[in-house]
C-alpha cells in the first residue's frame, strides 16, 4: 500500500453520488490507461469514501449499488477509469516526459525512414517532436497520443512502419545464452532444434529493431550466427 503522505484522491461523481479513492498517483494513472497494477498496492486505505480528507466513508451496499458492480474490486477500477485522479502540476510534468519518452522510443524501435531504410535515432525524433511543437496531453490514451504525434512528425521526417521476417540459425554452443534473449525482441514464426544441436527460428520483429536485434545476436554469439532477411 501507498502512505498517505504520498496519496491522492480518485474522484467520481454518479447518479448524484460522490466517490473518493486514496491512491498512489502513478499506479493509479498506469491504472486507468490499461496497465496492469496490484489493486492493494494502488491503494492506501481499502475504503471508499463520500469525502476522503473528512474520512466520511461509503456504504458498501451503497457503493455496489450505485456502481453497479459486485465486489470491492470492481468498484475502485470503475471509480479510477471513469473518475478524474487529482495531480499536482508537479506529476502532471514527470508524467508528461515519462509518456514523451515512451512515444520516442516506441517510433525508434517500431520505424524506419522510408528512404534510408534505417530506424530513426531517438534524438532525431524528440528533435522533430520540438520543432512540431507537440504537446503531449496525459489525459488521451498511449495509442491517441500517438497518433497525434506521427501526424505531427510526418511533414518533419519521413516515417514509415514496417516488420521485418528474418531466419535465423545459431550454433550449439551460443544457444543457451542467445535463446531466452530472441524471444524478447518479436514473434518466434517457426523454430526447430537441429540434430547437431543448433537453434534455427524465423522471427518477425519491427524494422527499427532491427539493428539492435543483429547487435545483441552478435555480441551473445560472438559473430557465430548465420542469418536472412525473408
Same mark, same amino acid.
Given at each position: ?5 504520498r496519496a ?12 473518493e479513492?486514496?491512491?498512489?498517483p502513478d499506479?493509479a494513472f498506469k491504472f486507468?490507461?490499461g496497465?496492469?497494477?496490484d489493486i492493494?498496492?494502488?491503494l492506501a486505505v481499502?475504503q471508499?469514501f463520500?469525502?476522503a480528507?473528512k474520512?466520511?466513508k461509503?456504504s458498501p ?13 470492481e ?7 471513469k473518475g478524474?485522479?487529482q495531480l499536482?502540476?508537479e506529476?502532471?510534468r514527470?508524467?508528461?516526459e515519462?509518456?514523451?519518452k515512451?512515444?520516442i522510443?516506441y517510433?525508434a524501435?517500431n520505424?524506419?525512414?522510408p528512404?534510408t531504410?534505417a530506424?530513426?535515432p ?5 528533435k522533430a517532436m520540438?520543432?512540431a ?6 489525459? *488521451?490514451s498511449?495509442d =491517441?497520443q ?5 501526424k505531427?512528425l @510526418?511533414?518533419?521526417?519521413?516515417? /514509415?512502419f #514496417? $516488420?521485418?521476417k528474418i531466419?535465423? *540459425?545459431?550454433?550449439? =554452443?551460443?544457444?543457451s ?5 530472441? @524471444?524478447?525482441?518479436?514473434d518466434i /514464426?517457426? #523454430? $526447430?532444434w537441429l540434430?547437431?544441436g543448433?537453434?534455427?527460428f524465423v522471427?518477425?520483429l519491427?524494422?527499427g529493431a532491427v539493428d539492435e536485434?543483429f ?10 550466427l ?5
Amino acid at each position: 500500500m501507498v502512505s498517505l503522505d504520498r496519496a491522492v484522491i480518485a474522484r467520481l461523481e454518479t447518479h448524484g453520488e460522490h466517490f473518493e479513492l486514496l491512491v498512489d498517483p502513478d499506479l493509479a494513472f498506469k491504472f486507468k490507461h490499461g496497465e496492469k497494477v496490484d489493486i492493494e498496492a494502488l491503494l492506501a486505505v481499502n475504503q471508499i469514501f463520500k469525502d476522503a480528507k473528512k474520512g466520511d466513508k461509503s456504504s458498501p451496499e451503497n457503493v455496489l449499488k450505485t456502481l453497479g458492480v459486485s465486489s470491492f474490486e470492481e468498484a475502485v477500477e470503475k471509480i479510477i477509469k471513469k473518475g478524474e485522479i487529482q495531480l499536482t502540476t508537479e506529476m502532471r510534468r514527470k508524467i508528461a516526459e515519462r509518456r514523451r519518452k515512451q512515444i520516442i522510443n516506441y517510433i525508434a524501435r517500431n520505424a524506419i525512414n522510408p528512404l534510408t531504410k534505417a530506424p530513426h535515432p531517438p534524438h532525431r525524433i524528440e528533435k522533430a517532436m520540438e520543432e512540431a511543437r507537440v504537446h503531449i496531453d496525459i489525459n *488521451k490514451s498511449f495509442d =491517441d497520443q500517438l497518433k497525434l504525434v506521427i501526424k505531427s512528425l @510526418r511533414p518533419l521526417i519521413p516515417i /514509415k512502419f #514496417e $516488420e521485418r521476417k528474418i531466419a535465423v *540459425k545459431i550454433p550449439p =554452443d551460443y544457444t543457451s545464452k542467445a535463446y531466452p534473449a530472441v @524471444r524478447k525482441f518479436g514473434d518466434i /514464426k517457426q #523454430e $526447430e532444434w537441429l540434430k547437431d544441436g543448433s537453434y534455427a527460428f524465423v522471427i518477425t520483429l519491427p524494422a527499427g529493431a532491427v539493428d539492435e536485434f543483429f547487435r545483441k545476436l552478435n555480441e551473445l554469439t560472438r559473430g557465430n550466427l548465420e542469418s536472412k532477411i525473408l
